[in-house]
């Protein structure tokens, strides 16, 4: 994926299907700067993690 649809994805009201590592995340947050999201896995409540917006696959 890259930066711009990622923040496009965080920012939009209704949820996309975007996975990391085969799970389906949430868009926390994106770093323009570093390239980076802050995720969290959906069926995972609590533990955020910053990953690659390039390692985001949407579905």
């Known amino acids: 994926m890259n930066l ?3 923040k496009e994805i965080k920012d939009d ?3 996309k299907d975007v996975v ?3 799970k389906y995340i949430y868009i926390n ?3 323009d700067e ?3 999201a802050v995720i969290h896995y ?3 409540s609590g533990r955020e993690f ?3 917006v390039t390692n985001l696959k949407e579905e």
């Open 4 to 6: 711009m649809r990622a």
């Open 13 to 15: 009201p209704n949820t």
């Open 20 to 22: 990391y590592n085969g």
């Open 29 to 31: 947050d994106v770093d």
């Open 34 to 36: 570093r390239q980076k």
């Open 42 to 44: 959906l069926k995972e």
């Open 50 to 52: 910053e990953v690659d």
